[in-house]
């Protein structure tokens, strides 16, 4: 019964604007094809959409939180000197703690096929630093509003982890914010049936972190192509 807002990893800070206007004159149906939901690269609309819905009939706010597109390339070709200076103001993004970096790097790697040159992990990783900074921002930021008791936070799972993630800028917005009031649920797909089935430890351990998450929400595996197959078969 609080009045939480939403914050969505999947719009941009620069599209807020769009977002106030037309979720209060188009259907739910109607606002991920607004926003090019799908052809800008999220799952289907179809599966967000119940999120829109139970926000807009218990009228939560939506808030944009990603940064915006056109900043990503500068970023990684010019650090943080590409952010406007209102938002590199908002964000004091500290330089990235080593053991942070080192994990990004890893996964900025393998999320990329294994084909990023060597020199352009650390773009990206500063990339995935910004864009949790950004999110973490707009989640403080939306919070701190008179009738808004916090807010939920709608992203992908390497967002979510308490160590190094949005919660970990959280924690820098917000120093005096209990640990505990920090909340994070993994969704993550359940192994085939096996007669050693992994416990709920071994599936917490895939997230790198045991302590990056506090529940797990199981659902069933979705069979996906092997998105790195085709890269594989050009090397």
């Known amino acids: 019964r ?3 807002a939403v914050v969505w990893e999947m719009l941009t800070r620069d599209q807020q604007t769009d977002l106030d206007q037309k979720w209060q004159e188009i259907q739910i149906s109607d606002l991920g094809p607004e926003f090019s939901w799908e052809e800008r690269g999220w799952p289907s609309w179809h599966d967000y959409a119940p999120i829109a819905q139970t926000a807009k009939d218990n009228n939560l706010a939506m808030i944009a939180g990603n940064l915006p597109d056109d900043l990503l390339r500068p970023i990684i070709a010019n650090g943080t000197d590409a952010l406007p200076s209102d938002l590199a103001a908002k ?3 500290p330089d990235i703690p080593d053991d942070i970096l ?4 890893v996964e900025m790697a393998q999320s990329h096929c294994n084909a990023l040159p060597e020199s352009m992990l650390g773009g990206f ?7 949790d900074a950004s999110l973490a921002r707009a989640m403080t930021d939306i919070a701190s509003a008179d009738d808004v008791d916090g807010a939920f936070l709608i992203a992908g799972a390497m967002h979510v982890r308490h ?3 949005v919660p970990w800028h959280i924690s820098r917005f917000d120093p005096n914010l209990d640990e505990q009031e ?8 359940v192994d085939d049936p ?4 992994a416990k709920a430890p071994d599936y917490a ?3 790198g972190d045991p302590a990056d998450i506090d529940f797990l929400w199981f659902t069933n595996d979705i069979v996906r192509a092997d998105p790195c197959a085709d890269l594989a078969i050009g090397q």
Do not use: C, G, K
């Not at 080192?102 to 790097?105: D, H, I, K, L, V």
């Not at 990783?125 to 864009?131: E, H, K, N, T």
């Open 91 to 93: 964000l004091a993004l």
């Open 205 to 207: 351990e895939r997230f």
């Open 163 to 165: 160590t190094l993630a």
């Open 2 to 4: 609080r009045n939480r």
């Open 182 to 189: 920090i909340a994070v649920v993994s969704l993550i797909e």
């Open 125 to 131: 990783s500063l990339v995935q630093f910004a864009r």
């Open 102 to 105: 080192a994990r990004f790097r």
């Open 194 to 197: 096996s007669d050693n089935p």
